[in-house]
Structures are given as structure tokens and as C-alpha cells.
């Protein structure tokens, strides 16, 4: 059974840091694409970045300059690196994966979903 656990989620001042972390299990998805999408309350669930299977990175334009999205090929795992938060940062972070090695903007293209974790920048 395939599992994306998300964790390093929680509290944080506008202008700080965090990283999160998605391990996979169940298959291994170092060649293949692994992205990131955020839902705020009552809003739909958008694309943050994803990392393509020859490790190829794309970022939405309000995250650009800010997030990396770095992979650990060895532990099966992606990251989400989150520099100069904002308020309007805030959302639940989703992790996603999807078998082919090209990226997608679309979370319709991913088969693959982790539970979530809440990240909140407060002014």
C-alpha cells in the first residue's frame, strides 16, 4: 500500500522558516514526479511546486524565489523548503506523487496523496 506521510507543519512568525518533509512508502518514487499543493479555508487546493523524476523543479509564481522543493532519493522522500513566509502562506500543505517522471500543475494528474499538514504564518 502506497503511503505519503507530510510532517514538519505548525506555527510560525511572517518572515520565518520551515521545512516540510513527505516519506513515501509502499512504492519507490525517485524517478518519478512528487509535488506540493496547499488549500486554504474555503479556497481550492493550489499548486505549490513539484520536482520532476530527473529532479527538475517548478514553482507557482507567488512561492518563486521563496520555496525549494528538494528530494532525497535514498530515503524516498521530498521537501518542501519554505523561506520568507507570509501570511498568505497559510493553508493545509498536501504532498503529491504521481507515476510518471513529468511534472504537472494539476492535482486532477496525481494518484498519490498525503493527509496534510497545517502550516500558519502570523503577522
Known amino acids: 500500500q502506497v503511503q505519503l506521510v507530510e510532517s514538519g507543519g505548525g506555527l510560525v512568525q511572517a518572515g520565518g522558516s520551515l521545512r516540510l518533509s513527505c516519506a513515501a512508502s509502499?512504492?519507490?518514487?525517485?524517478?518519478?514526479?512528487m509535488a506540493w499543493f496547499r488549500q486554504a479555508p474555503g479556497e481550492q487546493r493550489d499548486f505549490v511546486a513539484a520536482?520532476?523524476?530527473?529532479?527538475?523543479?517548478h514553482y507557482a509564481d507567488s512561492v518563486k524565489g521563496r520555496f525549494t522543493i528538494p528530494r532525497d532519493p535514498a530515503k524516498n522522500t521530498a521537501y518542501l523548503q519554505m523561506n520568507m513566509l507570509k501570511p498568505e502562506d497559510t493553508a493545509v500543505y498536501y504532498c503529491a506523487a504521481r507515476h510518471s517522471p513529468t511534472i504537472s500543475t494539476s492535482a486532477t494528474m496525481y494518484i498519490y496523496w498525503g493527509q496534510g499538514t497545517q502550516v500558519t504564518v502570523s503577522s
Open positions: 520536482i520532476s523524476g530527473g529532479s527538475v523543479p
Open positions: 509502499g512504492r519507490t518514487f525517485s524517478s518519478s514526479a
